[in-house]
Structures are given as structure tokens and as C-alpha cells.
């Protein structure tokens, strides 16, 4: 199915990156936030599924905003009402424009604003307008926060940008996080259905991450070193960051994780560091080979790589 995904502006790489991943392809087109692709996915699995993105739709046309009348006057429409006629982004003028014309169009043309079965939405962008009908709109599970965990540490990642990054690690079965702290990320990633294991090196830590998971199935923590790794499906991991006098043994420890990366048999890992480590650079010196990256602005002084690595 041709569909469109109306992707968040926030983060736009990793929205991108967490899309394609769910959609299980690298073919597509965007304007601006506006994503169109071809997938085989199901679209109610990819609006279940996908967490940087305001709503998916199934694909209808692409035009200039100027053509935008003769287009909807050309196209085939075949809907069973009732309808209801969205714009996004759209001036008063555009919006007239296209739910009259669109009225007019349709041989049935009853709305319903209550309960409207059918929800034809126009996208407008600088340049186009882009016509889908509403598949859904993503929900976030908020009960994933960190600090609603009976062991909560203030360091967690957001809920959303979370569950964007398990997703960009296309785990099938199972995900492990070998800096897994309290567990923020073990916790998405049972809730998102996942087999999850964490390790810590910290004993407070494993505490932490037992209490945080105790009502959760299929979770498996354990008082273990990262550097041990041999085998995973998939992996997430957000390494410690230390402070300032710590870094030169923080960056020993990079090191450390990513030749242990090298000799690790696993399918997808996403890793995240902080920028100020640099570390691209640590990664190319260590030879891990890194396909993608992105940038997550945190505060003044901490901003956020994230790093993807795909497995020979
Ligand atoms: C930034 S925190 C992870 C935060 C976590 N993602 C969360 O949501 O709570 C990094 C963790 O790595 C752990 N750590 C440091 N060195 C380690 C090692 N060699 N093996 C395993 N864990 C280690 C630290 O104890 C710390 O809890």
C-alpha cells in the first residue's frame, strides 16, 4: 500500500530513520515532514508501531498547491460516507477551496464531523498539497516514563524518543541493553512486546531495573559487564556518560565497547553517546562501522548521538 506518514518536526532524521525501519524499506519521497513510500507493512501495525509521527494515511495524490482544484475535480474518489474533509497547515483560502471542491466531488458527499468513517486529509506543505485518507494517529504509552517507575533515575530519555530508537533496532524477538541503568529502555521494550534483557555493572543499578520490571513479563536482568558480549538479536544501549574528570576513562570504555561490538554476532544496534565524546571519531578509529546518525539536543551542555550500527 502506498501510504503517507506525517512525520514529528522535532527530531526529523530519526523520524525518518524510526519510519523506514517499521516500513522495512529505504525507497521514498519527502517534502519537508511529508513522507510518501510503498510498503507492505500494515498500515494499523505502523500507526500501532511508530512513535515520531503525528498520523499515517493511506495515499490518495500529490499535487502543486495551485493545481490542487483540477486535481481533486480529476481524481477518482470512491468513498462510502460519511466523510469528513481535514486540512493541515493550510491558509483559510485552501481550506475553502479544497473541502468545497472536494463536496462537490464526491457522489455522496454527506459529513459527518462527529463520526465521520472516512477522513480525507489535505497536508499542505510549502510547495504541495498532499491528499491521504486518515489511517490513524499514533498514541504514546505514557506509563513508560521514567519518573512514574517505583525506582526512578532523573538521567531517562523520553518515552517517545525511546521507543523510536527500538524501533530503529528492528528487534524480531528479542533486545538486550548492556548499560540498561534503571531500565527505562527494558521497560519500552516489554511493553512494546519484546523478549528484553538488561545488564549493569552497578549493583544500585540492577536494583533499580528489578523494581522498574517487576510486574513485566519476559524480562531478564542481570549483574553483568558490557564488555562481555558475545551474542544478541538486537541491541540498545545508552552508555554512561561520567562526569568531566571521568571522561578520559569514559572514552577508554567507548573504545572498549565498540571493539567488543566488532567481535559480537547480532543483527541491529543503535548506541548512544554524548557528542561531547565524540563519538564518530572513536567509532572510526575502532573501525565499527556506523550507518546512520543523528543528533538529540538534550541541554546546553549535553547533546546526544545516536548511532546506528548494522551487523556483518
Ligand atoms: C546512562 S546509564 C543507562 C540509562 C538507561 N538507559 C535507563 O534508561 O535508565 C549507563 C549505565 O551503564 C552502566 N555501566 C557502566 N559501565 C558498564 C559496564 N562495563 N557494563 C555494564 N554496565 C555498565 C552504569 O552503571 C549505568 O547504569
Excluded at 538486550?176 to 519500552?188: N, S
Excluded at 519476559?218 to 559487564?225: A, E, G, R
Aim: include cysteine.
Amino acid at each position: 500500500m502506498r501510504i503517507i506518514i506525517e512525520l514529528d518536526k522535532d527530531l526529523p532524521t530519526l523520524a525518518l530513520s524510526e519510519a523506514l525501519s517499521i516500513c522495512n524499506t529505504d525507497k521514498y519521497e519527502k517534502d519537508e515532514n511529508i513522507l510518501i513510500l510503498e510498503t507492505s507493512v500494515r498500515a494499523r501495525k505502523i500507526v500501532k508501531k511508530i512513535s515520531l509521527a503525528r498520523a499515517v494515511y493511506k495515499y490518495e495524490f500529490s499535487t502543486k498547491k495551485e493545481g490542487v482544484k483540477k486535481k481533486i475535480r480529476e481524481h477518482t474518489w470512491s468513498f462510502k460516507e460519511p466523510i469528513k474533509v481535514i486540512t493541515r497547515n493550510a491558509t483559510p483560502d485552501e481550506t475553502k477551496k479544497t473541502i468545497s471542491e472536494t463536496c462537490k466531488k464526491l457522489e455522496y458527499p454527506k459529513v459527518s464531523m462527529e463520526k465521520p468513517k472516512t477522513r480525507i486529509t489535505y497536508i499542505f506543505t510549502n510547495k504541495k498539497a498532499h491528499c491521504g485518507i486518515l489511517i490513524g494517529e499514533p498514541k504514546l504509552d505514557l506509563s513508560t516514563a521514567m519518573e512514574k517507575m517505583p525506582a526512578p533515575h532523573p538521567s531517562a530519555m523520553k518515552p517517545r524518543i525511546v521507543k523510536a530508537l527500538i524501533n530503529i533496532a528492528q528487534p524480531t524477538k528479542s533486545i538486550l541493553d548492556p548499560f540498561c541503568g534503571a531500565g527505562g529502555f527494558i521497560v519500552q521494550a516489554s511493553k512494546m512486546g519484546y523478549e528484553t534483557k538488561g545488564w549493569d555493572i552497578d549493583k544500585g543499578m540492577i536494583w533499580r531495573a528489578k523494581k522498574n520490571t517487576a510486574t513485566l513479563k519476559n524480562v531478564k536482568i542481570k549483574n553483568k559487564n558490557a564488555l562481555t558480549l558475545k551474542k544478541a538479536e538486537s541491541i540498545i544501549a545508552d552508555l554512561p556518560y561520567g562526569k568531566n574528570t571521568r571522561k578520559q576513562n569514559m572514552k577508554k570504555l567507548y573504545e572498549q565497547f565498540f571493539k567488543t561490538l566488532k567481535k559480537t554476532k547480532f543483527n541491529n544496534a543503535v548506541l548512544i553517546l554524548p557528542k561531547s565524546s565524540q563519538p564518530l571519531k572513536i567509532a572510526k578509529k575502532t573501525g565499527l562501522k556506523i550507518t546512520k546518525h543523528h543528533e538529540i539536543y538534550v541541554h546546553g551542555t549535553l547533546t546526544r548521538i545516536v548511532m546506528e550500527v548494522k551487523k556483518n
